[in-house]
């Protein structure tokens, strides 16, 4: 018995083996590099300046704040309407799941820049109407940003979310019906604890994504606050040479909760009540 | 999708940090030695069958044109190739050098010519990147005064050979005659518009370029405390209140050439006539400079220490000071850009440069110089902007 276990947990290793190799060379490889980038500025000694520099700054402040503030609103507010969509699509046909599902293929880049080209100062709504009534873009509360996450993570979301409510799904809910239990206490008792461990953990990918990508906020973001990801790249582009280890410092307290993060979706996934 | 994008964005750039881990942080740089005109005729024969991978600012099509139809078939004459690699940013250009120095390459690096001044410069050469001693040994440098502060110096850091000139340029405004019809003589003047015309005024947020030299402008003419207290009057009355700045100067082109604000600005002397050329600034566009004095410095190339074809960049770098190059760049119809040369020391070829016809796109005069701050003072300048201006927004 105690042969067979081992047995079995040497071959688990032996299949992991690759993929955990390549992370360690990668992660660690990488992580002691930026660590390195951080502590010592190119031709200088080893310092803790970057580090002091950036808890110093109100600007990096900001942007802490910044990015967790959208980063948050996205995901609840994409959560919520993959939620919805779920719920009126979960007994249509295929056509309305793909067209719903439409969004998740294309990249973030791209939606972004249409909604530059749209709805930016000087784009083509601005030029059509004379002006916008609204600031969607640039806007300094980060509503270009939520807008572009929503409607990408939504669909992304969404998906998860209807592949969980599938036939055992539809059964217990026809049986608690039958019982005559409503509307609303099948949502409570039959439809929640079965989506909710594919929400979770959708949704702490979907924030550790919002976190650190750099590409959207930089598209349609607002002249300031930056985000973080945002923040190390303007670093790098100020001082060309200590900018490099305070962009470093940087990442590194984002690739931190971005770990931090992936425990817990680790963590909730094994959870079959979501965490 | 997600899962797998995130996976991919991180790998690359731990691969990227990976590998710029192994290297060392030595400070090796190769002194080149001040060369004679036979020296560089050496140098002419060890650059022939090289390419030379220029790096540079990629953004403004009539440069891009001016080197690919006028500066490589000169270049391939003398059996020089030139390889363009075009950057969002010159600090993309310096970070690549950057990079290779930590991963210890100190050969055979992958850019051979920089097209740069300022700050990247500055921290280069802090950081003894770039190859020494070598601009004064140019042949065609003799063209070029060497006392003059705007070839000496770059934003006020001493030059010492390790770059050479290529470009002058001069912080201009945009108006429409149409629409304006007296433009703003000073900044006073300017601030006044923007007061009885609010949201008809704005500038590219720094640390844009054309954004933070526009500070530096009203910094320069003002003083620094003055000119912040100037900015931050002026933030209300700008578009959008000040709420949103355009992010970049070609941002702030499209608001002008689309009539939603009255004035548009560059470092570039020329922007107006490259403006009307490519039909995004209306006929009626003109150029003006403030009587507080305009914004000059000069841009130059500089060869990286490490360059794997730095015989090949100088013959570049002499080719960008030929007379005949110098004025086909100053013509409107190309770039419209003032030359370094020294027009005294041309003697006969002079008259190039008489040709350049008038232009109503060109400025004759650019007024009083403003010297740019120095290179340190920059960065400085762009973060009290960000905190005292642009965080303080309404």
Redesign the interface.
Known sequence: MTGARWRSGARDAALLTPALAVLA???G??????T??SL?P??QNASLDAWRDLFGD??FG?AVVFTLRTALISTTLAALVALGLALAAQRRGTLVRSLLALP??VP?LLVATVAVVWL???GLA??ILG?LPV?LV???GGLGIVLVYVYK?AP?LLLLVLAALGRGHQESDEAAAALGVTPLQRLRWVTWPTVRSPLVVGSI??F??AL??FEVPLAVG????PTIAEYAR?A??????SG?STA?AT?LLSAAGSIALAALAVRAARDPQGG | MIPRRLALTAALTLVSAALAACGGSDSNSTPAGGSSTEGFSSKREAASGQTVRWWMYGGDAKVNAYVDDTVAPAARKLGVRIERVPVADTADAVQRVVAERRAGKTSDGSVDLIWINGENFASGKKAGLWLEDWATGLPNSRFVDPDDPAIRTDFQVPVDGQESPWQRAAFVFASDSDRTDTPPSDLDALLAYAEENPGRVTYPAPPDFTGSAFVRQVVAAKGEDAGFEYLKQLRPFLYRAGKTYPKSEAELSRLFGDGQVDFAMSYDPAFVNSGVRKGQFPRTARPFSLSDGALQNTSFVTIPANAANPEGAQVIADLLLSPQLQAAKADPASIGNPTVLDLGRLGDRRSLFSEAEDSPYVLAEYGRTLAELPADRVEELERRWMLEVLRQSP
């Open positions: 060379l990668l992660f490889g990488a992580i002691v590099g930026v390195r980038v010592i190119l031709g109100p600007l900001d998740v293929p973030h930016a100062p000087g601005d030029r002006g600031t640039r806007d300094s993570e992304f990918v979907v550790a994504f650190g990508a607002p002249s300031y606050p303007q790098t582009q100020g001082d060309l040479i490099q470093a990442l």
